[in-house]
């Protein structure tokens, strides 16, 4: 079967952002395909290169970078959501005018049109919030 | 971007107009859905009743309107509407007040209309 | 037909919502903060056997909390597999948060 994510979670805040990314690695695991995960709202912060993670704690950035690298995955982030939350690819960064790119390169910024696209193409779209 | 196959779409809305951004990031995915042509109803259940409020002014804080926003809809072929009767009657909402092609639902008919959809959007 | 997931605590009003939309034939699926409502006796666990539905459990989460020795025999533990073998069942989702 094909799977996208919807993940709203913040990577800051409770522990939902892992758990989509601990759900994504058992698809993976049970041999199915994973279309996209989009990354919206609170759950943009995923991609943010500049987190300092305490040592004894996930870092959830490099964990979802990891996972998409490794299986090939396309991480996408909501322009909106991402621009609001100070996460710019090196594009917006000077398109805005701002000091720094923040968002991990395993990343790629891209609009609502890519979550619509994403869930007629699959067969499951699972949304992790809160 | 594909849309030789569609999927029809619930977009089921929670929360309060202004006190997360889901509000506006749920209404802007249920737009985005018509935009692209695809089938989609927009739930407001539980405090997410309270963004059909029709007077609200967000002006006072600085933030974009979610009144004005529902009421662009019919305008994006976005018109099915579905609202959890039990919520406005319990914020006292009138339907007089109410978008005019809301149809209220109460607890059964919310749970047939999840299996009426192929995905749920949950925000 | 559907599967529920909730992962706020039974006080939330998501708690609140999906019982009120949770039927028989349907499958609901605790995690994160939503596991409390696991814990035997208690009114939320009482709810959630009243429902007819499926319940499970998801178990790093339910470690996490502590409630290994508190849960309800009715809800089944689950691992991450397990969860997607649910979706794999279960079509739609909706996530209660």
Redesign the interface.
């Known amino acids: 079967m094909i799977y996208s994510l919807l993940v709203l979670s913040s990577p800051c805040s409770g522990q939902g952002s892992v758990t989509a990314l601990r759900f994504a690695q058992a698809v993976i695991e049970r041999d199915h395909q994973i279309q996209r995960i989009f990354f919206l709202d609170e759950g943009t912060l995923a991609g943010a290169s500049s987190m300092v993670s305490p040592q004894d704690e996930n870092d959830t950035v490099q964990l979802w970078a990891n996972f998409a690298i490794k299986h090939k995955v396309e991480l996408i982030l909501c322009v909106s959501s991402a621009l609001k939350r100070g996460l710019l690819d090196s594009g917006e960064a000077e398109r805005y005018e701002k000091t720094a790119a923040t968002v991990h390169p395993a990343f790629e910024i891209s609009g609502l049109g890519q979550l619509i696209d994403a869930s007629v193409a699959s067969d499951r779209l699972i949304t992790f919030g809160g | 971007m594909s849309t030789i196959n569609k999927k029809s779409l619930l977009v089921v809305v929670r929360h309060s107009p202004y006190g997360s951004s889901l509000a506006r990031t749920s209404l802007e995915v249920a737009l985005s859905s018509a935009t692209f042509d695809q089938d989609v109803g927009l739930l407001f259940i539980g405090d997410g009743v309270l963004q059909l409020l029709p007077e609200q002014d967000s002006s006072t804080i600085g933030v974009r309107n979610i009144a004005r926003l529902i009421a662009s809809f019919p305008l994006y072929d976005l018109e099915t509407l579905f609202a959890d009767k039990a919520a406005l009657a319990q914020y006292g909402l009138d339907l007089q007040e109410l978008p005019e092609k809301l149809q209220l639902l109460d607890d059964d008919a919310m749970a047939n209309l999840f299996k009426c959809y192929d995905h749920i959007l949950s925000f | 037909?559907?599967l529920h997931t909730l992962?706020?605590s039974p006080s939330s009003?998501?708690f609140?919502?999906c019982i009120?939309?949770?039927?028989k034939g349907d499958a609901l699926l605790l995690?994160?903060?939503g596991v409390y409502a696991a814990i035997k006796g208690t009114r939320a666990c009482i709810e959630l056997n009243n429902s007819g539905a499926e319940l499970y459990l998801?178990q790093?989460?339910t470690a996490a909390a502590g409630l290994q020795n508190r849960i309800d025999d009715t809800l089944t533990p689950v691992?991450?597999?397990g969860?997607?073998?649910l979706?794999?069942r279960f079509?739609?989702?909706?996530?209660?948060?």
Do not use: C
């Open positions: 037909m559907i992962n706020t009003p998501a609140a919502d009120r939309l949770l039927r995690l994160g903060d998801l790093p989460d691992d991450y597999e969860f997607v073998a979706t794999e079509p739609k989702q909706q996530a209660w948060y």
